[in-house]
């Protein structure tokens, strides 16, 4: 079942090789979750007794089930999950996000591994382990193969929890996904704090206040948006005195409220005072 590259580092002598994939990276909802399987001990997997394994989105879930009951007390391989959530999603990205998921499943093995495959372009940096990226490693490396559908797996039940805590959203259902259905039901109902706000098709339908609030908290130390800039990007121009309102009121200590001033460079209200505002500009930009 080993692709020639697994063969290939096998020969070469490596013999904790381990590959490494993700599930969730597209959901508008829930976190991502990152798989990896290690290869302990030598085997040809005869024991799983399947003809081959494909990458999970080729797979039944029924398929994905059986093969992950095979797969949990291998005593061949060691597997880990770990997961970010969607709140680190929408302060770092989705890119961040998983390569942020990657480490921490690296982490969790027991044992290090001395190779690392893993599905996509992108390489983790600084990481102290000989590693390689294929494009579909998902469909052409073994190890990724039984990753992807770890991670799948154990994201989907994930999501099915979050179904019965957020019932109406048809989690279950589509698991986050942008299905037609999907997006139909945000259009009608509020969202919920699972989904991912940086998501386009999310943060077109969040009211103006959550707009406002979410476009705020991105803004980085040491820059600073106007009333005006803030109401257009939340898709109301005109409406820069109810930005001003909304901020005014909010008590989040996380959302830097003090680095929205008005059009002409004045500091404009802040719950604190306006000396606080003025305090907390100077500590990230010197000419306030």
Known sequence: ????????????????????DESGRGSLA???????????????FSDLKIKSIRD?????????????EKLKNNPNIEWRIALVSEKTIDRINIFQATILSWKRAIKKLSLKPEFVFLDGKTEIKNLKIKQKAIVKADKKIFLCSLASIIA??????????LDKKYPGFAL?????YATKEHLQLLKKKKI????????????????????????????????????????????????????????KKNNNKKIPCHRVIKSNGKLGDYNKGQERKKELLLKEI???
């Open 30 to 44: 829930g976190p991502v979750v990152s798989a990896i399987v290690l290869l302990k001990k030598k085997s040809d």
């Open 192 to 247: 919920p704090e699972i989904y991912r706000k940086s998501f386009q098709p999310v943060f077109e339908n969040l009211s103006f206040k959550e707009k406002v609030l979410y476009i705020v908290s991105k803004i980085p130390k040491g820059e600073v948006l106007t009333y005006k800039e803030v109401a257009s990007l939340a898709g109301s121009k005109n409406a820069y005195r109810a930005v001003g309102n909304i901020l």
């Open 172 to 176: 279950k259902k589509h698991k986050g």
């Open 286 to 288: 010197l000419h306030f």
């Open 56 to 68: 999970s989105k080729s797979l039944s879930a029924k398929q994905r089930e059986e093969i992950f």
């Open 1 to 20: 079942m080993f692709s020639l590259e697994e063969k290939r580092m096998l020969k070469k002598g490596y013999c904790l090789i381990a590959g490494l």
């Open 152 to 161: 799948k797996v154990k994201r989907d039940k994930i999501m099915e929890k």
